[in-house]
């Protein structure tokens, strides 16, 4: 069976961010904490901020990881947040290797906070399967910053290495 | 679904496109100009993608 496309972009979004966490691992600490002008805040921060906002975008479209997240407003450790990675890893998985999620019929957004009297907001589903991978691109793009910023490595996360790594692009035999 | 899976190529050709518009968005705050939304949200609004429930 062909996997579906949404399914493979949100994979690399996920392995990116792997990525990312594994990278960190090699960092000590008060690297972790660096930070760059123009970008969302430190390293540990931006990490925490990325997969908090995937349990959000996943509540969005009616799929609860984990509620609530841990607070983005304090420093988590890379433990903390590769763990609630692999939650949302599941739940990718769950949600879009199947055939019942339909990105175009509008569903009522229960996560977002609205005035007293307005009217709830309901939404088509591709739009939070699409901001999903923007968003992490944009923060990891932040990471990238900071890291180059402080002329530090960075890792390889675009979906050449991603096709490499899972055989998807290869030298012909 | 066709033009779903239109607009998923569309971004996961566009991958490159946000990493460096991303970078652009760095460039901008740093010398404090100003700079773009470029979310899912307004470009959902304008589509009518994303509206008040009835």
């Given amino acids: 069976m062909t996997t579906p496309p949404i399914l493979r972009q949100l994979r690399h979004d996920v392995w990116a961010t792997e990525k990312v966490i594994a990278h960190c691992r090699t960092l000590s600490d008060a690297q972790l904490d660096l930070t ?15 997969v908090a906002a995937d349990t959000r975008y996943l509540a969005r479209i009616g799929q609860v990881v984990v509620e609530p997240p ?3 407003d304090h420093d988590v450790s890379l433990d903390e947040i590769a763990a609630l990675l692999e939650k949302v890893k599941a739940a990718v998985e769950r949600v879009f290797a199947g055939k019942e999620f339909d990105p175009d019929r509008f569903v009522l957004d229960t996560v977002s906070q609205r005035a007293p009297g307005k009217p709830p907001i309901e939404m088509e589903p591709w739009m939070m399967v699409t901001q999903f991978p923007h968003h992490g691109s944009d ?7 900071i890291l180059g910023a402080h002329g530090i490595e960075t890792p390889g996360l675009d979906v050449w290495a991603y096709g490499w790594e899972i055989g998807a692009i290869r030298e012909k035999r | 679904m066709t033009d779903f899976l239109l607009r998923q190529l569309r971004h996961g050709v566009w991958y490159h496109g946000i990493d460096h518009r991303s970078q652009i968005d760095t460039i901008l705050s740093t010398h404090g100009l100003e700079t773009l939304d470029l979310q899912m949200w307004p470009y959902a609004m304008e589509l009518g993608a994303s509206k008040e429930a009835k």
């Fill in chain 1, 70 to 72: 841990f607070r983005e």
């Fill in chain 1, 36 to 50: 760059a002008p123009g970008t969302y805040g430190t390293i540990r921060r931006t990490l925490g901020h990325i």
């Fill in chain 1, 139 to 145: 923060h990891r793009a932040h990471i990238g910053t």
